[in-house]
C-alpha cells in the first residue's frame, strides 16, 4: 500500500498547488472538473489498483490548453463539439485516441460484427481503467458530445455500438481484465469476449454460463439477458452476475449489487444501455461442465418433421435440465445443435425424434465430449464482413404455428429480391424450468412468463447497397408474420429478447408495466438530468418510449 499512499500524498500536495492558481470562469472548468473526477475516483477500492495517478499530471500539465479546446457553448455545431472532445482526450489519453488522420481509424471503424455499424465517428477512445472511462465520459459531458459505447461489437443494429462523425465512440476492449476470487467468482472487465472467458476458466476447473459465440463481448450479452446454452441449468446469462462496477453519468463509480444498490443491481439487469457504463463484473462460476454436443445438417424440404422433432426435444426439456438445442433455419439446410451437459454413454434418448429423420444429411460438428469452451470454439462460425440486421419474438411451443412461420418464410424467399441477402431465422428454447431457475437466482428486469417458450431470431445478411431496402422489408415481413401468426392463434408471448432485437422494436416496452415503470424510476434516480438518454446515439433507451 505505500506506493498508494505517496500518491495520495502527491495529490494532496497538488490540490494544494491548484488552490493558489487563480480561478477560470465557470465556463471553461472542464481541468478542474476532471481533476476532481479522477481523485474521486482514485478512492474506489478496484480502480485504486489501476494506472490512474498519471492522468492528474497530464491534466495540471495542460490545464490551460484543455480549457481552451473545451469551451463550447450552445451555438457550437454538434461535428465542433466532437473535435473539441476528441482533442481533449487526445491530451489526456495520449495513443489511444484515433480520428480520421490516424492509421489505426479503419480497423477502428471496421470492428463491428456487422457493416452496418461501420460508421466514421470523429473519434474512437480506448479507455484502459474505470477511472478513464470515467474522464472520457466527463469529457463527453462538458463539450455535450453525442456517444456511443462499443465493447464486442456484435449488435447489428446500426448506432448501437456505433456512430457517426457527430460523436465520439469509447471502445473499451483495453478493459479486457480476468481474476479468480478464492470463492470462484470471476472478475470480468467489459472488453473480454465469452471465448476469452471459457478459455481463461477451463483451466482452472470452472465454467460461466455465457454467449454461444466465440466473439460475443459480455455487456451487452448481459445487459440484455444473455441465451446460453443450457438456461435450463441456471437461467440466463444474467442471472450468474453477482456485482455490477458502473460508471454513472456523473462519473462517479459504484457497485450494484444485492446488498449495494439493489435498484439499480434490478434494472442492468436486463435494462440496457441506460443507467451507466458497467466497467467490471463480478460473476458466478461453476464446476466444468462436461458437454457431449453435435451440429446436425438436415435437407431443409423435411422441414415439417424436422420442426416436429424440435417441439419433442422442447416438450422433454421440462423433465431433463441438461438438454440443449437450438434449430439454424437457411434456405439450403437445416442445422440442428444438440447439446447435452453431461458425457453420456448413449445418446439422449430425447434426441431420438433427429435421430429418427429420413433428411439427415450429415454432421457439421460430429457427436463429441468437451466442454463449454471446446463447444464455443467448434461452433465460432459467422464473423464474416456482411450487412446484418436481427429481429426478436417469442411465442409458445406449438408444432402448428412453426409449420406456418416457416411456409411464410419459403413464401418470402420467393418474393424477396435481394440477391445478395440470406434469410434465416433460429429457433432458441426456454423451457418453464429456465424461467424458474431465473427467478431462483434473483429478480431481473425481464418479466419473463413461466411457460415453456421459443425465442424466434430472425436474421438477414447482406453484401451489397443494392439490397438494402428489400433486406430490411424481408425480415421485418419476417419478424413481423411470426407476431401476427402467434398473435392469431393465441401463442404469442409478449417479450422481445433484447440481444437479437432490432432498432424497430420497442424492447422495454415488453417487459410488462411494472417492470417498465422500475426501470423508469431508476434512470431517474441515478442519471436525473437524462444524460444517457440525450447524449447516447442509439440503442434501446428509454427515451425511445
Same mark, same amino acid.
Given at each position: 500500500?505505500?506506493?498508494?499512499?505517496?500518491?495520495?500524498?502527491?495529490?494532496?500536495?497538488?490540490?494544494?498547488?491548484?488552490?493558489? @492558481?487563480?480561478?477560470?470562469?465557470?465556463?471553461?472548468?472542464? $481541468?478542474?472538473?476532471?481533476?476532481?473526477?479522477?481523485?474521486?475516483?482514485?478512492?474506489?477500492?478496484?480502480?485504486?489498483?489501476?494506472?490512474?495517478?498519471?492522468?492528474?499530471?497530464?491534466?495540471?500539465?495542460?490545464?490551460?490548453?484543455?480549457?481552451?479546446?473545451?469551451?463550447?457553448?450552445?451555438?457550437?455545431?454538434?461535428?465542433?463539439?466532437?473535435?473539441?472532445?476528441?482533442?481533449?482526450?487526445?491530451?489526456?489519453?495520449?495513443?489511444?485516441?484515433?480520428?480520421?488522420?490516424?492509421?489505426?481509424?479503419?480497423?477502428?471503424?471496421?470492428?463491428?460484427?456487422?457493416?452496418?455499424?461501420?460508421?466514421?465517428?470523429?473519434?474512437?477512445?480506448?479507455?484502459?481503467?474505470?477511472?478513464?472511462?470515467?474522464?472520457?465520459?466527463?469529457? @463527453?459531458?462538458?463539450?455535450?458530445? %453525442?456517444?456511443?459505447?462499443? !465493447?464486442?461489437?456484435?449488435?447489428?443494429?446500426?448506432?448501437?455500438?456505433?456512430?457517426?462523425?457527430?460523436?465520439?465512440?469509447?471502445?473499451?476492449?483495453?478493459?479486457?481484465?480476468?481474476?479468480?476470487?478464492?470463492?470462484?467468482?470471476?472478475?470480468?472487465?467489459?472488453?473480454?469476449?465469452?471465448?476469452?472467458?471459457?478459455?481463461?476458466?477451463?483451466?482452472?476447473?470452472?465454467?460461466?454460463?455465457?454467449?454461444?459465440?466465440? !466473439?460475443?463481448?459480455?455487456?451487452?450479452?448481459?445487459?440484455?439477458?444473455?441465451?446460453?446454452?443450457?438456461?435450463?441449468?441456471?437461467?440466463?446469462? =444474467?442471472?450468474?452476475?453477482?456485482?455490477?462496477?458502473?460508471?454513472?453519468?456523473?462519473?462517479? =463509480?459504484?457497485?450494484?449489487?444485492?446488498?449495494?444498490?439493489?435498484?439499480?443491481?434490478?434494472?442492468?439487469?436486463?435494462?440496457?444501455?441506460?443507467?451507466?457504463?458497467?466497467?467490471?463484473?463480478?460473476?458466478?462460476?461453476?464446476?466444468?461442465?462436461?458437454?457431449?454436443?453435435?451440429?446436425?445438417?438436415?435437407?431443409?424440404?423435411?422441414?415439417?418433421?424436422?420442426?416436429?422433432?424440435?417441439?419433442?426435444?422442447?416438450?422433454?426439456?421440462?423433465?431433463?435440465?441438461?438438454?440443449?438445442?437450438?434449430?439454424?433455419?437457411?434456405?439450403?439446410?437445416?442445422?440442428?445443435?444438440?447439446?447435452?451437459?453431461?458425457?453420456?454413454?448413449?445418446?439422449?434418448?430425447?434426441? !431420438?425424434?433427429?435421430?429418427?429423420?429420413?433428411?439427415?444429411?450429415?454432421?457439421?460438428?460430429?457427436?463429441?465430449?468437451?466442454?463449454?469452451?471446446?463447444?464455443?470454439?467448434?461452433?465460432?462460425?459467422?464473423?464474416?464482413?456482411?450487412?446484418?440486421?436481427?429481429?426478436?419474438?417469442?411465442?409458445?411451443?406449438?408444432?402448428?404455428?412453426?409449420?406456418?412461420?416457416?411456409?411464410?418464410?419459403?413464401?418470402?424467399?420467393?418474393?424477396?429480391?435481394?440477391?445478395?441477402?440470406?434469410?434465416?431465422?433460429?429457433?432458441?428454447?426456454?423451457?418453464?424450468?429456465?424461467?424458474?431457475?431465473?427467478?431462483?437466482?434473483?429478480?431481473?428486469?425481464?418479466?419473463?412468463?413461466?411457460?415453456?417458450?421459443?425465442?424466434?431470431?430472425?436474421?438477414?445478411?447482406?453484401?451489397?447497397?443494392?439490397?438494402?431496402?428489400?433486406?430490411?422489408?424481408?425480415?421485418?415481413?419476417?419478424?413481423?408474420?411470426?407476431?401476427?401468426?402467434?398473435?392469431?392463434?393465441?401463442?404469442?408471448?409478449?417479450?422481445?429478447?433484447?440481444?437479437?432485437?432490432?432498432?424497430?422494436?420497442?424492447?422495454?416496452?415488453?417487459?410488462?408495466?411494472?417492470?417498465?415503470?422500475?426501470? %423508469?424510476?431508476?434512470?431517474?434516480?441515478?442519471?436525473?438530468? $437524462?444524460?444517457?438518454?440525450?447524449?447516447?446515439?442509439?440503442?434501446?433507451?428509454?427515451? %425511445?418510449?
Amino acid at each position: 500500500m505505500a506506493p498508494i499512499k505517496s500518491c495520495f500524498h502527491y495529490l494532496s500536495a497538488l490540490t494544494l498547488l491548484l488552490a493558489f @492558481i487563480p480561478r477560470i470562469s465557470t465556463a471553461i472548468i472542464l $481541468s478542474r472538473d476532471l481533476k476532481a473526477t479522477i481523485h474521486n475516483a482514485l478512492e474506489h477500492e478496484y480502480t485504486m489498483r489501476t494506472p490512474g495517478y498519471g492522468l492528474q499530471v497530464k491534466i495540471a500539465e495542460s490545464s490551460a490548453l484543455i480549457d481552451s479546446i473545451a469551451a463550447v457553448d450552445d451555438a457550437t455545431p454538434v461535428s465542433k463539439r466532437a473535435t473539441a472532445a476528441c482533442r481533449v482526450a487526445e491530451i489526456i489519453f495520449p495513443g489511444r485516441v484515433f480520428a480520421a488522420n490516424s492509421s489505426e481509424y479503419q480497423a477502428e471503424q471496421e470492428y463491428n460484427w456487422s457493416q452496418t455499424c461501420w460508421l466514421p465517428a470523429a473519434c474512437f477512445i480506448r479507455p484502459q481503467s474505470a477511472v478513464d472511462v470515467a474522464a472520457a465520459l466527463k469529457i @463527453i459531458r462538458h463539450t455535450g458530445t %453525442k456517444f456511443a459505447v462499443r !465493447t464486442g461489437g456484435h449488435n447489428p443494429n446500426s448506432g448501437f455500438g456505433s456512430i457517426d462523425g457527430s460523436g465520439v465512440l469509447l471502445d473499451l476492449r483495453d478493459l479486457d481484465f480476468l481474476s479468480l476470487d478464492d470463492d470462484a467468482t470471476l472478475q470480468a472487465g467489459p472488453g473480454n469476449t465469452w471465448g476469452k472467458v471459457y478459455d481463461f476458466l477451463d483451466p482452472h476447473g470452472r465454467s460461466a454460463i455465457g454467449g454461444r459465440h466465440y !466473439t460475443v463481448g459480455l455487456p451487452g450479452f448481459l445487459l440484455g439477458g444473455g441465451m446460453t446454452f443450457f438456461p435450463n441449468l441456471y437461467g440466463l446469462g =444474467i442471472d450468474s452476475v453477482k456485482n455490477f462496477e458502473v460508471v454513472l453519468s456523473d462519473s462517479r =463509480i459504484v457497485n450494484a449489487n444485492a446488498d449495494e444498490n439493489p435498484d439499480l443491481f434490478q434494472a442492468l439487469k436486463g435494462g440496457g444501455p441506460n443507467f451507466g457504463i458497467v466497467t467490471r463484473f463480478d460473476i458466478e462460476t461453476h464446476p466444468l461442465h462436461n458437454v457431449q454436443y453435435s451440429l446436425n445438417l438436415y435437407d431443409p424440404s423435411d422441414y415439417k418433421a424436422i420442426l416436429e422433432a424440435t417441439t419433442q426435444v422442447q416438450h422433454a426439456m421440462e423433465s431433463d435440465s441438461k438438454i440443449g438445442l437450438f434449430l439454424n433455419v437457411n434456405p439450403t439446410v437445416i442445422i440442428a445443435g444438440l447439446l447435452y451437459a453431461d458425457w453420456p454413454a448413449e445418446p439422449p434418448k430425447a434426441f !431420438t425424434p433427429f435421430a429418427n429423420l429420413k433428411s439427415f444429411w450429415g454432421h457439421f460438428i460430429p457427436p463429441m465430449n468437451g466442454t463449454i469452451a471446446s463447444l464455443t470454439s467448434s461452433i465460432n462460425i459467422g464473423d464474416y464482413p456482411a450487412k446484418r440486421e436481427p429481429y426478436a419474438v417469442s411465442t409458445e411451443v406449438d408444432h402448428g404455428l412453426y409449420v406456418q412461420v416457416h411456409e411464410k418464410y419459403l413464401g418470402l424467399l420467393k418474393t424477396a429480391n435481394m440477391p445478395s441477402a440470406n434469410l434465416s431465422y433460429t429457433i432458441q428454447p426456454v423451457s418453464r424450468g429456465a424461467v424458474e431457475a431465473s427467478k431462483e437466482r434473483g429478480s431481473s428486469s425481464l418479466g419473463l412468463k413461466p411457460v415453456s417458450q421459443t425465442w424466434w431470431a430472425p436474421l438477414v445478411e447482406w453484401f451489397d447497397d443494392s439490397d438494402d431496402e428489400a433486406a430490411h422489408k424481408a425480415l421485418n415481413s419476417l419478424g413481423t408474420g411470426v407476431q401476427c401468426l402467434a398473435e392469431d392463434g393465441g401463442k404469442l408471448i409478449e417479450y422481445q429478447f433484447m440481444n437479437d432485437a432490432s432498432y424497430t422494436q420497442t424492447v422495454l416496452e415488453s417487459y410488462g408495466e411494472e417492470n417498465l415503470k422500475r426501470l %423508469k424510476a431508476v434512470q431517474q434516480k441515478f442519471d436525473p438530468e $437524462s444524460f444517457f438518454q440525450k447524449f447516447q446515439g442509439d440503442g434501446f433507451l428509454l427515451r %425511445k418510449l
